[in-house]
């Protein structure tokens, strides 16, 4: 198919594309039951071959190019996991930074006129979520602009490491994001919410070894009663892999000991 598809040919685009996802999930499940492939590769491939279709589509083409890069997401939510264990955090951070440049792509070439603000809008619905796990937070003028204040109290959990807000927002525009397909990719906003309530207790503590039973204690303040002090050394840990955090915990004195320069590196910095 080395043509630009027309109109006429756009929905059958769509179906195939829609298919392909599914029969790869399904070839995943399979394959893993018999003991002839690990979850996520046949995912993989499908989505290599959903980047020829957004090729194809070309540059005057937003919408075909959106619902495109819209099942790339849709596979990056359910298959990220699995990436990051099979492939290591680069993986993942290399499929979001691929996503928001070719949503962004999407999004520049999208005119001024009233159809044009509507395709806008639902590139935004996609794009807002990538940029978020990047570390790029939308602002509420751009959010009003596109009727988008859905992921205002999001964007406001995020930034002040607020989870109970995060926990709030997201079961209030559950349906809004279920329907539109990213609320499990929402939910992966929580590990960058941690990141930034962790980096408030530090800046309380002002020291560089904290302890463990400090950060248990902030979470109960803020109403998260469902974790331990086993589960606070698992989501540090996750910081740490993930280069959220620079430090180690040191299981003997059962403290955080984190860099002395620099412990909370910026999130856009971060792969």
Same mark, same amino acid.
């Given at each position: 198919?080395?043509?630009?598809?027309?109109?006429?040919?756009?929905?059958?685009?769509?179906?195939?594309?829609?298919?392909?996802?599914?029969?790869?999930?399904?070839?995943?499940?399979?394959?893993?039951?018999?003991?002839?492939?690990?979850?996520?590769?046949?995912?993989?491939?499908?989505?290599?071959?959903?980047?020829?279709?957004?090729?194809?589509?070309?540059?005057?083409?937003?919408?075909?190019?959106?619902?495109?890069?819209?099942?790339?997401?849709?596979?990056?939510?359910?298959?990220?996991?699995?990436?990051?264990?099979?492939?290591?955090?680069?993986?993942?951070?290399?499929? %979001?930074?691929? +996503?928001?440049?070719?949503?962004?792509?999407? $999004?520049?070439? @999208? !005119?001024?006129?009233?159809?044009?603000? /509507?395709?806008?809008?639902?590139?935004?619905?996609?794009?807002?979520?990538?940029?978020?796990?990047?570390?790029?937070?939308?602002?509420?003028?751009?959010?009003?602009?596109?009727?988008?204040?859905?992921?205002?109290?999001?964007?406001?959990?995020?930034?002040?490491?607020?989870?109970?807000? %995060?926990?709030? +927002?997201?079961?209030?525009?559950?349906?809004? $994001?279920?329907? @539109? !397909?990213?609320?499990?990719?929402?939910? /992966?906003?929580?590990?960058?919410?941690?990141?930034?309530?962790?980096?408030?207790?530090?800046?309380?503590?002002?020291?560089?070894?904290?302890?463990?039973?400090?950060?248990?204690?902030?979470?109960?303040?803020?109403?998260?009663?469902?974790?331990?002090?086993?589960?606070?050394?698992?989501? %540090?840990?996750?910081?740490?892999?993930?280069?959220?955090?620079?430090?180690?915990?040191?299981?003997?004195?059962?403290?955080?000991?984190?860099?002395?320069?620099?412990?909370?590196?910026?999130?856009?910095?971060?792969?």
């Amino acid at each position: 198919m080395k043509q630009v598809p027309t109109k006429r040919a756009l929905p059958m685009m769509y179906s195939v594309a829609l298919d392909l996802r599914i029969f790869a999930n399904n070839a995943d499940q399979q394959l893993s039951k018999k003991g002839k492939g690990k979850v996520g590769d046949m995912l993989e491939k499908a989505a290599e071959q959903l980047m020829s279709c957004f090729r194809i589509c070309g540059s005057d083409k937003a919408l075909p190019m959106m619902y495109s890069v819209a099942l790339d997401l849709r596979i990056f939510a359910n298959n990220a996991d699995q990436q990051l264990s099979k492939k290591g955090k680069g993986k993942v951070g290399d499929m %979001l930074e691929k +996503a928001a440049e070719q949503l962004m792509s999407c $999004f520049r070439i @999208c !005119g001024s006129d009233k159809s044009s603000q /509507k395709n806008k809008r639902m590139i935004l619905i996609y794009l807002l979520p990538v940029k978020m796990l990047l570390g790029h937070m939308p602002t509420n003028q751009l959010l009003r602009k596109y009727d988008l204040l859905q992921f205002a109290d999001v964007t406001k959990a995020v930034s002040e490491g607020n989870l109970m807000l %995060l926990n709030d +927002a997201l079961a209030k525009h559950e349906a809004f $994001f279920i329907r @539109c !397909g990213i609320f499990l990719i929402l939910e /992966k906003l929580k590990i960058i919410t941690y990141r930034n309530f962790f980096k408030k207790v530090y800046q309380l503590l002002k020291t560089h070894q904290l302890p463990l039973d400090a950060f248990l204690v902030a979470l109960k303040f803020m109403q998260v009663d469902d974790v331990d002090t086993d589960e606070v050394q698992c989501i %540090l840990a996750n910081l740490i892999y993930m280069g959220h955090i620079k430090g180690y915990i040191s299981h003997q004195h059962q403290k955080l000991v984190v860099s002395k320069q620099n412990p909370f590196p910026p999130l856009s910095t971060v792969s």
